[in-house]
Nanobody, 120 residues
Framework: QVRLVESGGGLVQPGGSLTLSCAAS????????VGWYRQAPGKQREVVAV???????DLGDSVKGRFTISRDDAKKTVNLLMNNLKPEDTAVYYC??????????????WGQGTQVTVSS
């Protein structure tokens, strides 16, 4: 069974930084696209940052220049470095990995989410 566990969320002041980490465990055969998404109260879930299996990085317009996504397939992790945080970045952040196990084909897996609150 595959599990994705996020960590690193919390309360930070505007202008501050946080690093979110997501670690996958289980009988994973191959990891394809990975990414971070967020959902603020009353809003739809939106993409924050994605790294494709080929290494291409895509960032949401609102976080370009402030956030950096990275992946380590050997460790089965994906990180999100968030700088210059703003109150509008407040949301629950979710990790997503598209992966295949030795017993099942490619499908998306989601973490449980981690809260990020930007407030003075």
């Amino acid at each position: 069974q595959v599990r994705l566990v996020e960590s690193g969320g919390g309360l930070v002041q505007p202008g501050g930084s946080l690093t979110l980490s997501c670690a996958a465990s289980g009988d994973i055969f191959r990891i394809y696209d990975v990414g971070w998404y967020r959902q603020a109260p009353g809003k739809q879930r939106e993409v924050v940052a994605v790294i494709t299996g080929g290494g291409r990085t895509d960032l949401g317009d609102s976080v370009k220049g402030r956030f950096t996504i990275s992946r380590d397939d050997a460790k089965k992790t994906v990180n999100l470095l968030m700088n210059n945080l703003k109150p509008e970045d407040t949301a629950v952040y979710y990790c997503k990995m598209d992966l295949a196990t030795r017993l099942s084909s490619y499908r998306p897996y989601w973490g449980q989410g981690t809260q990020v609150t930007v407030s003075s």
